[in-house]
């Protein structure tokens, strides 16, 4: 997720805003800029790579003195890593520039009208159509900055944290927000501007945290004017006491990457759909799809290779492909795939799931159905990896950076796309109503308001964990749409406590699993109102005759799980197929909160590595 800094004040900005941008590494980016006022013009200095690969280009660059400056940190959303597309980007005239985290969704509409007006573009980012239109506002309506900010901000659909400065008027620095965090640090007669507050913490413990809809005109010794973006009404800026230190901080307050990563799920599935799904008017827009819809519609049969949880995320698809789009669909370990002389003919699609987009198995996977002369479509998070690029064609899912090894919201937005994939072809393929698809639609909307809600048995949860944190082995139980669920739940447990937990398809127990059940063995069983449920209560019966502990994952309000389990987590209603987005939440959270219990180091557990570049 990009990171942004800006200073203005007294002192040097230089080594602020660069030490700031140091301190936002955690965010994870590809590359970083710094745009520094030095009197008279604004010198820009960028780079793909780090912060440190920055350091050494403004030496060489630009002059570093002057007393207000703006840097960035970017992870790739629109236009791959490198140095042009690097933050901040100048509006054509030279006289703005412009940091911004966060995503534009209409820019290539705007794009084209600023086009049309004879605007340039250097860069393939959304940022600079958002400057250049800042830009044209400011010259066409003859207003200053804060108020062409505002006009620009009204046009855009998206979200943002941004910081703009201009030549012009070097005593303010204009911000703004919407979904994208943005902390302004309050010193005597200087302002610090991040996307948290730990660059600035050694200055100033006083901070304004904008609220989304919000923008600021922050000016060098005279203060901050908040004001509301929609209707410019003033707002009384609320001050705080910062009470956190710098590890707190960076990982947003909670005590962990993992946690944190697993809270940001609600954020990170509306930030996967943005842009692409259109409830309302029942529309999908993907244009990696769009673009290449014949050779998904003509495939004989779709092949999914991943591994890991990508590889769980792609169990899932081929359960909601078969289902809405019917489309054959085989789940390939990438590692297995190479290396047995599969058939792949030139009818075959294959969907590529990666998180890092770096997984050596997987990117060797792609290039053997590559040469066999298969469509390869990718599904990953960061922006310009090896395999986004190794690909034909392909859909990010935009979660933002991953830090916890243990993969959670790549897992939950992996299937977002997934189901957005899947719901498209079964629309053009007519193989869905249009009641039933406008129903989906409206449904996976409703997602990160009921993960918000799944997560709110955080509390429960954790208690259910301090029960079953001695168990020496696990078992993990779905049908159906959840039976990948119970494997990655299963994975997760693994993976950060080191108990040995298996996952089950829950009718397949009684095929041998079923041996291992006493009254040790906790079983985690999804058992949701949609999906077998009755089948699944009789599996629970059969674990309860055998003395194993039941701990249901229930739909709310259930009561047949609940008389039956030793414990019951509940989740919200959804429709079946959306269900996994929801079962998740609470595996994740069990196994997070039993790894803290039992004192391991939950964000990087021993012998793994976030992203595995060797066979
Ligand atoms: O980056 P990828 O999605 O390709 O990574 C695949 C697996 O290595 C990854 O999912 C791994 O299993 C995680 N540690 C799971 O939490």
């Given at each position: 997720m990009c990171g942004i800094v800006g200073y203005i004040g007294e002192r040097e900005a230089y080594p602020i805003v660069l030490e700031g941008l140091k301190r936002l590494e955690y965010r994870g980016y590809d590359s970083a800029g710094i745009a520094l006022y030095d009197g008279q013009d604004i010198k820009l200095s960028k780079t793909k790579g780090k912060v440190m690969d920055l350091e050494a280009r403004v030496d060489q660059e630009i002059e570093t003195n002057g007393t207000v400056g703006i840097g960035h940190t970017r992870w790739a959303t629109h236009g791959v890593p490198n140095d042009v597309n690097s933050h901040p980007h100048y509006s054509n005239s030279g006289d703005l520039v412009i940091i911004h985290n966060g995503i534009i969704e209409n820019y290539e509409s705007l794009k084209q009208e600023l086009i049309k007006r004879g605007y340039i573009f250097k860069?393939?980012?959304?940022t600079e159509v958002l400057i250049n239109l800042i830009e044209d506002v400011k010259k066409n309506e003859n207003v200053k900055l804060g108020k062409a900010v505002q006009i620009a901000l009204n046009q855009v659909i998206g979200a943002y944290a941004i910081a703009v400065f201009d030549k012009n008027k070097p005593n303010e620095i204009v911000v703004a927000k919407l979904g994208s965090p943005l902390a302004i640090g309050i010193g005597e007669n200087e302002f610090f501007i991040a996307s948290d507050a730990t660059p600035f913490l050694e200055y100033t413990k006083k901070a304004i945290y904008l609220e989304d809809e919000e923008m600021a005109i922050v000016r060098r010794k005279k203060g901050v004017k908040i004001r509301k973006i929609k209707n410019d009404s003033l707002v009384a800026p609320y001050i705080q006491e910062l009470q956190m230190n710098l590890e707190q901080i960076v990982k947003g307050g909670y005590e962990h990457f993992m946690l944190k990563e697993i809270y940001e799920q609600p954020h990170a599935i509306k930030d996967t759909y943005r842009g692409r799904l259109r409830a309302k008017q029942g529309i999908i827009k993907m244009s990696g799809i769009d673009d290449n819809i014949e050779k998904f519609l003509n495939a004989n049969r779709i092949i999914v290779i991943a591994c890991g949880t990508s590889w769980h995320a792609g169990l899932v698809a081929e359960y909601i492909f078969e289902d809405l789009a019917r489309i054959p669909v085989e789940v390939e370990y990438a590692s297995e795939f190479r290396y047995r002389n599969p058939i792949i003919t030139e009818k075959d699609v294959v969907i590529a799931i990666s998180q890092s987009g770096e997984t050596a198995d997987t990117l060797a996977a792609i290039k053997l159905a590559k040469s066999k002369g298969a469509f390869v479509f990718g599904v990953c998070n960061v922006v310009g990896s090896s395999i986004a690029r190794e690909t034909h064609a392909g859909a990010y899912t935009h979660a933002g950076p991953e830090i916890g090894v243990a993969s959670t919201k790549a897992f939950t937005t992996q299937i977002t796309v997934l189901t957005l994939i899947a719901l498209k072809l079964a629309k053009e393929k007519g193989s869905i109503s249009n009641s039933k698809f406008h129903l989906h639609l409206q449904e996976l909307e409703l997602i990160p308001s009921k993960v918000e809600q799944a997560l709110k048995s955080d509390p429960h949860i954790k208690i259910v964990a301090e029960t079953y944190k001695e168990a020496k082995n696990c078992l993990y139980l779905g049908r159906g749409f959840n039976f990948p669920v119970a494997l990655e739940g299963a994975l997760k447990l693994k993976e950060i406590s080191y108990i040995h937990a298996e996952g089950y398809p829950a009718a397949e127990m009684k095929h041998g699993p079923i041996a291992l059940i006493d009254e040790h063995m906790p079983v985690f069983v999804i058992a949701t109102k949609k999906g077998h449920y009755e089948k699944v209560v009789s599996n629970i019966q059969e674990i309860k005759s055998r003395k194993g502990k039941i701990i249901g994952i229930v739909t709310e309000g259930d009561t047949d799980v609940k008389n039956l389990a030793d414990h019951i987590i509940e989740v919200p209603e959804t429709l079946e197929i959306l269900t996994p987005l929801l079962t998740t939440i609470p595996l994740q959270l069990l196994s997070y909160h039993i790894a803290v219990l039992l004192d391991k180091n939950v964000d990087q557990p021993r012998n793994l590595a976030k992203s595995v570049t060797v066979e």
């Open positions: 860069s393939d980012t959304d």
